[in-house]
């Protein structure tokens, strides 16, 4: 409790974007409940309908709830922002770790390869992906991962290489301690706080991403309620007689991406030894 | 106990071979304290790390010689084997307590894991093993410390979980590579006393690295003197600062502050590059008695006194 304090009072932007990923987190948890309507429920007379006491935000084209189609969609954003940052980390930690401690020509190589993977832009290279996997909510996870692992690897590598030659390593060697169990015992715990920092930045990264490709048509595929497809269902023809339909969703996309921004800034500060009282 | 000869630890560097370590020798007895002295890059770091066959190769190896630890040959054991006797057998006390430790792991932990690793212990009953060993080391409120991070602990404290680290499995034998050079001087005559009495008490050998005479004096019963990587003189403690017979061990001795108003007397020149040795004493452009003979020949390492040898043409 007092920690949680001591935070809010030395961060107050990070304890805004905390709050705002709270209210985002429990939105998608509890969807069911908050939404008025199924999401996916088409209602012709309620074509285009003007944000109103019935449908709070409006209703699209076919008349569904924009308001029940966002809160849903904050699940889509939720589990494609954490799996995708999940198994991204997961990779490139392994990768990371591995290259890091192992050094010689294994590291050469996945270095090489990882130059290689960085020298496109996370959207490019998950366009690529999406579009050679095809659309599904698994693909698209899958397709955000694997541009995030060379970040992740890098990150990891570096600590891993100066974390290697700590006494403290040579220490758990003295005590017998065999090469991969000090690797994960020892190494592996002291990259975790700039790998923290890394997640929580990538989380953001990974939902404008998803926003991104699902606006392109390569992301999650129809009825599921997507900020990005909403985005791109309505922006050409709508976006004059129609504006909610484009504004609000708009509005959720970057308010958890600045949210997650916001907190992933703080956790930076908070977790920089340099900057700890 | 432990019987070293002719131990041979090389680096290849891009710049050439280097013999850190060259033929050195000695035996420990049982419970028995040898410190072994020298400047910086004199070999005996290397030394320590040779027995405990922790030198990094690349760039280093052991390339002859024999280790013997109670009539095993550690230099022939496999690496699995060779796991089961660091911390085990043998084990060593670092220099820098503060970096020695795993910045993210209590120290109750740190501890046990050499019990979990060479005695099959469970994680709880190794932390109650290291309760008990941080008190055997002198830090107060030991269950609560247990429980702390590194950052936690003074410098000295730190120096005592080390210790606690390295006695938990009762070793046969401690090397201890400059355990105070990092200390400050109050705290240094602390932990001496501390590992003096602890090594007491569990039969351990020890061997003392340090580059302080100080110290020798006070914990060590033998002293081998190294320079180059090779020994230059070995006697008993008292023999040794009664009569010291190598040059370079008197310059060593008066290189230690006695009164304020005595101008120190340092020994003059630097450390020889070890890639790039003169032929003959590797002393002999900073010693004051050498001769042409000293550059030329091969010196011998012979038993001056009885127990005490040197390898010095004048001694």
């Given at each position: 409790m007092q920690a949680t304090i001591d935070f809010v009072r030395r961060y107050p932007l990070g304890a805004i974007g905390a709050a705002i990923m709270g209210l985002f987190v429990l939105t998608a948890i509890f969807a069911?409940?908050?939404?008025?309507?199924?999401?996916?429920?088409?209602?012709?007379?309620?074509?285009?309908?003007?944000?109103?006491?019935?449908?709070?935000?409006?209703?699209?084209?076919?008349?569904?709830?924009?308001?029940?189609?966002?809160?849903?969609?904050?699940?889509?954003?939720?589990?494609?922002?954490?799996?995708?940052?999940?198994?991204?980390?997961?990779?490139?930690?392994?990768?990371?770790?591995?290259?890091?401690?192992?050094?010689?020509?294994?590291?050469?190589?996945?270095?090489?390869?990882?130059?290689?993977?960085?020298s496109l832009p996370l959207l490019v290279m998950a366009l690529v992906m999406a579009a050679s996997l095809g659309p599904s909510l698994a693909n698209t996870i899958v397709a955000i991962a694997i541009p995030l692992v060379p970040n992740v690897a890098r990150i990891i590598r570096s600590n891993t290489l100066a974390l290697r030659e700590m006494p403290f390593v040579e220490a758990a060697r003295a005590v017998g301690m065999s090469e991969v169990r000090i690797a994960l015992r020892h190494v592996l715990p002291n990259t975790l706080?700039?790998?923290?920092?890394?997640?929580?930045?990538?989380?953001?990264?990974?939902?404008?991403?998803?926003?991104?490709?699902?606006?392109?048509?390569?992301?999650?595929?129809?009825?599921?309620?997507?900020?990005?497809?909403?985005?791109?269902?309505?922006?050409?023809?709508?976006?004059r007689t129609a504006p909610w339909l484009v504004i609000y969703p708009g509005i959720a996309i970057s308010l958890v991406v600045f949210g997650t921004n916001l907190l992933g800034d703080a956790v930076r500060d908070a977790l920089d030894p340099r900057q700890r009282r | 106990m432990l019987v070293v000869e002719n131990l041979q630890t090389r680096f290849y560097t891009r710049a050439g071979m280097v013999k850190a370590v060259d033929g050195v020798s000695f035996t420990l007895g049982r419970g028995e304290t040898l410190a072994i002295v020298g400047e910086s890059g004199c070999g005996k770091s290397v030394t320590a790390l040779s027995l405990m066959r922790l030198v990094a190769d690349p760039p280093g190896r052991i390339v002859g010689g024999s280790v013997r630890l109670e009539g095993t040959e550690l230099l022939a054991l496999d690496e699995a084997a060779m796991r089961r006797v660091r911390g085990k057998l043998v084990s060593m006390i670092f220099q820098e307590p503060m970096t020695s430790l795993n910045p993210v792991m209590t120290i109750g932990r740190q501890i046990g894991e050499s019990l979990v690793l060479h005695e099959g212990l469970s994680r709880r009953a190794a932390l109650a093993r290291s309760v008990g060993l941080l008190q055997l080391v002198g830090i107060p409120e030991p269950a609560q410390r247990a429980r702390e991070y590194p950052h936690q602990l003074s410098g000295g404290m730190r120096q005592r979980t080390m210790i606690a680290m390295a006695l938990a499995c009762r070793p046969r034998v401690l090397i201890a590579d400059e355990p105070t050079s990092a200390l400050d001087v109050t705290i240094q005559a602390q932990i001496l006393e501390l590992i003096g009495r602890l090594q007491r008490e569990l039969g351990t050998a020890m061997i003392m690295i340090t580059h302080d005479l100080g110290v020798v004096a006070e914990t060590a019963e033998r002293v081998i003197v190294m320079y180059a990587g090779r020994k230059v003189e070995e006697a008993a403690v008292g023999e040794l600062f009664a009569r010291p017979l190598h040059p370079y061990t008197r310059g060593l001795m008066n290189s230690i502050p006695r009164r304020a108003a005595v101008r120190l007397q340092e020994i003059p020149g630097m450390v020889p590059a070890l890639s790039n040795l003169p032929p003959g004493c590797a002393f002999a452009p900073r010693c004051p008695q050498a001769s042409a003979k000293c550059r030329a020949m091969e010196i011998p390492y012979e038993e001056k006194q009885p127990g005490h040898w040197a390898a010095c043409l004048y001694a």
């Amino acid at each position: 409790m007092q920690a949680t304090i001591d935070f809010v009072r030395r961060y107050p932007l990070g304890a805004i974007g905390a709050a705002i990923m709270g209210l985002f987190v429990l939105t998608a948890i509890f969807a069911g409940t908050i939404a008025p309507f199924d999401p996916t429920a088409t209602d012709a007379p309620a074509s285009l309908a003007r944000p109103g006491s019935v449908h709070l935000l409006g209703a699209d084209f076919m008349g569904r709830d924009v308001f029940s189609r966002i809160v849903h969609g904050a699940r889509i954003s939720l589990a494609v922002g954490l799996c995708a940052t999940a198994l991204g980390c997961l990779i490139g930690v392994a990768i990371g770790l591995a290259s890091g401690y192992l050094g010689g020509g294994f590291d050469l190589l996945v270095q090489r390869l990882i130059d290689i993977l960085q020298s496109l832009p996370l959207l490019v290279m998950a366009l690529v992906m999406a579009a050679s996997l095809g659309p599904s909510l698994a693909n698209t996870i899958v397709a955000i991962a694997i541009p995030l692992v060379p970040n992740v690897a890098r990150i990891i590598r570096s600590n891993t290489l100066a974390l290697r030659e700590m006494p403290f390593v040579e220490a758990a060697r003295a005590v017998g301690m065999s090469e991969v169990r000090i690797a994960l015992r020892h190494v592996l715990p002291n990259t975790l706080a700039p790998l923290i920092v890394l997640a929580t930045a990538q989380v953001g990264s990974a939902i404008l991403v998803e926003s991104a490709l699902s606006f392109l048509g390569l992301g999650i595929p129809e009825p599921h309620p997507s900020w990005g497809r909403m985005l791109s269902e309505s922006a050409a023809e709508y976006v004059r007689t129609a504006p909610w339909l484009v504004i609000y969703p708009g509005i959720a996309i970057s308010l958890v991406v600045f949210g997650t921004n916001l907190l992933g800034d703080a956790v930076r500060d908070a977790l920089d030894p340099r900057q700890r009282r | 106990m432990l019987v070293v000869e002719n131990l041979q630890t090389r680096f290849y560097t891009r710049a050439g071979m280097v013999k850190a370590v060259d033929g050195v020798s000695f035996t420990l007895g049982r419970g028995e304290t040898l410190a072994i002295v020298g400047e910086s890059g004199c070999g005996k770091s290397v030394t320590a790390l040779s027995l405990m066959r922790l030198v990094a190769d690349p760039p280093g190896r052991i390339v002859g010689g024999s280790v013997r630890l109670e009539g095993t040959e550690l230099l022939a054991l496999d690496e699995a084997a060779m796991r089961r006797v660091r911390g085990k057998l043998v084990s060593m006390i670092f220099q820098e307590p503060m970096t020695s430790l795993n910045p993210v792991m209590t120290i109750g932990r740190q501890i046990g894991e050499s019990l979990v690793l060479h005695e099959g212990l469970s994680r709880r009953a190794a932390l109650a093993r290291s309760v008990g060993l941080l008190q055997l080391v002198g830090i107060p409120e030991p269950a609560q410390r247990a429980r702390e991070y590194p950052h936690q602990l003074s410098g000295g404290m730190r120096q005592r979980t080390m210790i606690a680290m390295a006695l938990a499995c009762r070793p046969r034998v401690l090397i201890a590579d400059e355990p105070t050079s990092a200390l400050d001087v109050t705290i240094q005559a602390q932990i001496l006393e501390l590992i003096g009495r602890l090594q007491r008490e569990l039969g351990t050998a020890m061997i003392m690295i340090t580059h302080d005479l100080g110290v020798v004096a006070e914990t060590a019963e033998r002293v081998i003197v190294m320079y180059a990587g090779r020994k230059v003189e070995e006697a008993a403690v008292g023999e040794l600062f009664a009569r010291p017979l190598h040059p370079y061990t008197r310059g060593l001795m008066n290189s230690i502050p006695r009164r304020a108003a005595v101008r120190l007397q340092e020994i003059p020149g630097m450390v020889p590059a070890l890639s790039n040795l003169p032929p003959g004493c590797a002393f002999a452009p900073r010693c004051p008695q050498a001769s042409a003979k000293c550059r030329a020949m091969e010196i011998p390492y012979e038993e001056k006194q009885p127990g005490h040898w040197a390898a010095c043409l004048y001694a």
